[in-house]
């Protein structure tokens, strides 16, 4: 008697395959650049993976948008490195930039303080919310 193969069988025997294929094509973002306004990291399971970036590429009164990990690191004062939620609170949009001594969001013109992440000019109401990071010698980190 032939054997049929069942639904659960077909399914088994794709994830099987498909799974080293993910595997091998699978990797970290191996971009060695950085733009002033938005850079990328590496995979999320790497030990370099929380590393946001070298406390020099966060210019004092100014700042840096991590747009893939939806996170901006200021520092208002000299080694006085904040974070905050790189989304907008007035529509979600992710902001663009830090210049001029705020954070500016493209979409709608809102713009936040460096220190705090208040809002400076709507037309955002709320504040960005702050984000946890840590300095480690010269890297800003995510914990």
Request: aromatic fraction near 2%; proline fraction near 7%; charged fraction near 20%.
């Amino acid at each position: 008697m032939p054997h049929s193969a069942t639904r659960r069988t077909i399914l088994l025997t794709t994830a099987a395959t498909a799974l080293p294929l993910t595997v091998a094509c699978g990797g970290g973002d191996d971009d060695g650049g950085g733009s002033s306004t938005a850079d990328s990291s590496p995979a999320s399971g790497s030990p370099a993976s929380r590393e946001l970036a070298r406390t020099g590429d966060i210019p004092v009164g100014g700042g840096k948008v991590f747009k893939e990990r939806k996170v901006v690191v200021t520092q208002p004062a000299k080694d006085d490195f904040k974070a905050f939620s790189a989304v907008c609170t007035h529509q979600g949009c992710v902001v663009a930039d830090v210049s001029g001594g705020t954070i500016n969001c493209a979409c709608h013109g809102s713009k936040f303080a460096l220190a705090d992440g208040a809002v400076t000019q709507g037309p955002a109401t709320e504040p960005l919310p702050a984000e946890k990071i840590t300095v480690e010698g010269d890297s800003v980190r995510l914990p």
